[in-house]
């Protein structure tokens, strides 16, 4: 058969006591929600393209997951599709551009 993924992630960033960011994404098989998280991250994001880019690095796990998981059906799908509303993590996503000041996110999400 056919089918299509789109995955979305967001993130809220630093607006808890502890100023730790909240992740979000949610990832559609054909139109339908079918794989969704919230959650706290771990360390406190020291920018909105860091926080970003944590939430998207999650939604990526989840989608390469359910990229397996429907390949083990037999289930052809074109490359998925992942939306990200942050133009600097877009562009960090995009860039070959190693800042220093980046590293940090490079060394622990450089799969992305």
Same mark, same amino acid.
């Given at each position: 058969g056919e089918g299509n993924i789109k995955a $979305?992630?967001?993130? =809220?960033?630093?607006?808890? @006591? =502890?100023?730790k960011s909240q992740s979000g994404y949610i990832l559609y098989f054909n139109g339908?929600?079918?794989i969704w998280g919230s959650k706290q991250q771990k360390c406190v994001a020291a920018?909105?393209?860091e926080a970003? $880019?944590?939430?998207?690095s999650t939604a990526v796990k989840e989608l390469l997951w359910l990229k397996q998981f429907v390949s083990e059906l @037999? &289930?052809? &799908?074109? /490359?998925? *599709?992942?939306f990200e509303d942050n133009q600097s993590? *877009? @562009?960090y996503c995009k860039s070959q551009y190693n800042s220093s000041a980046? @590293?940090?996110? =490079? /060394?622990? $999400?450089? $799969?992305v």
């Open positions: $979305f992630s967001d993130a =809220d960033w630093a607006n808890s @006591k =502890d100023r339908g929600p079918i920018s909105t393209m970003e $880019f944590y939430a998207l @037999k &289930i052809n &799908i074109p /490359i998925p *599709i992942l993590c *877009i @562009k980046a @590293k940090h996110i =490079d /060394i622990q $999400f450089n $799969f």
